[in-house]
């Protein structure tokens, strides 16, 4: 199994980045998948997961209405658009996955549910 992230980058507040995940090893089309964050000085925070078991996206609070995660089944590949960027947002993004998918919901924003994780690109939003 690998995760490969990137299109990390500088850009300033208010900005829009996407970011790029291409995986390989396990079925895509039938797996959880979603990003994490690390902040400077931080521990590694849920972002958001799409839930294959239920076909529904979840996002932590501090996100929602600003990122969007998608998924292209026949590239193996799945995408984190970010609008409206904050300074807050400065953190290495990495993507995981939980395949075969066995988290349950009240598990899903605990890194110990994601048994696969990619090396993380890094995101750096300016004020």
């Known amino acids: 199994v690998q995760l490969q992230a990137f299109g990390g980058g500088l850009v300033q507040a208010g900005g829009s980045l996407r970011v790029s995940c291409v995986t390989s090893?396990?079925?895509?089309?039938?797996?959880?998948v979603g990003w994490f964050r690390q902040a400077p000085g931080k521990e590694r925070e849920f972002v958001t997961r799409?839930?294959?078991?239920?076909?529904?996206?979840y996002y932590a609070n501090s996100v929602k209405g600003r990122f969007t995660l998608s998924r292209d089944n026949a590239k193996n590949t799945l995408y984190l658009q970010m609008n409206s960027l904050k300074p807050e947002d400065t953190a290495i993004y990495y993507c995981?996955?939980?395949?075969?998918?066995?988290?349950?919901?009240?598990?899903?924003?605990?890194?110990?549910?994601?048994?696969?994780w990619g090396q993380g690109t890094l995101v750096t939003v300016s004020s």
């Open positions: 799409f839930n294959w078991s239920n076909g529904r996206t």
């Open positions: 995981v996955a939980d395949t075969p998918p066995l988290a349950i919901l009240s598990n899903i924003e605990s890194a110990r549910a994601y048994d696969y």
């Open positions: 090893g396990f079925t895509f089309s039938r797996s959880a």
